[in-house]
């Protein structure tokens, strides 16, 4: 027997699982993008059950402002600086001493995609932006790899399944990705931290029931959850996994061959770095997205370019082609990740 039958006795009496399914699990490998609010939940509950690898990819690291939903970091960590995936990395292992964790400090974009989520069982969708939702969502369809969506803003959440070939999968739910800043984000209209676990925990399960070979159970259904209003819903995708789309149905890749998406540059002589929207993004509504960044921190506004300062001495000027300039940083990951939080993608 490969799991400790004591340790996971409760989980094992569920009859869904039973010995059979412990067994996957502790032969199971995950990838998991990004472990912040969702990425840290799912973690923690699929290290607890006994999953025998799991890939950590984060670019990031803790800050105060993410505790009040980020359950794998404490105020030690923000302190210690080290990078969310190195920092969770060592809370699991305390969790289960057997589950093979392997931290990787890196960004997603088209040519690590391979490398970071190649080889795995299941992908996990812990990210705050449709960029590497996109990319992981062609990854996956490529190479015939279930992955778990995962979002969550507001009081709201939303889940969803993805079995590449018979499931409905992110483009077919999503056609055209929002243009940058054509969205909230969780920087933008704020997260509670109770919505995360939830859309953690779900996601979590859903992982379980793909990996113990649960396969009617997922799939073609969207949950929909807003913790505020108490709603809860969950929407039936048959009609559009029928229809498919060119990414799950045809082998078109845009995101994961470069065609759209967002580039990073060094400005160079400058502590700079420039977001540039790829071919496939439209330009942004400066008016709204001044509106929206009035409740972060200062803006100057004029019709070409919207400048804010989100605090650390960073500072975002947007233009209306939907560039970014990110000032303060020379990180090119850091400043991709400041776009996403604050422009989104
Ligand atoms: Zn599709």
Redesign the pocket.
Known sequence: MPFDADRYSRQVRFAPIGEAGQERLAAAHVALVGCGALGGVVAMALVRAGIGRIRIIDRDVPELSNLPRQVLFDEADVAAGLPKAVAAASHLQRINAACRIEPIVADLIPSSVPRLLGGVDVIVDGTDNFEARFLI?EFA?REGIPWVHGGAIGAEGRVLS?LPGRS??????VPDPPAPGALPTCDTAGVIGPVALVVGAVEAAEVMKIVVGTEAAVGNRLLVCDLWDSLWRSVDLSP??AA??????GNDFPWLEGRTGTQATVLCGRDAVQVASGPGLAGIDLAAFAERMAAVGRVVANRWIVRVTVGEGIELAVFADGRTIVSGTRDEARARGLVARYVGA
């Open positions: 969502n369809c993805v409905a999968c992110l483009r077919c739910l559009l996994a498919g789309c060119p990414t799950c149905r």
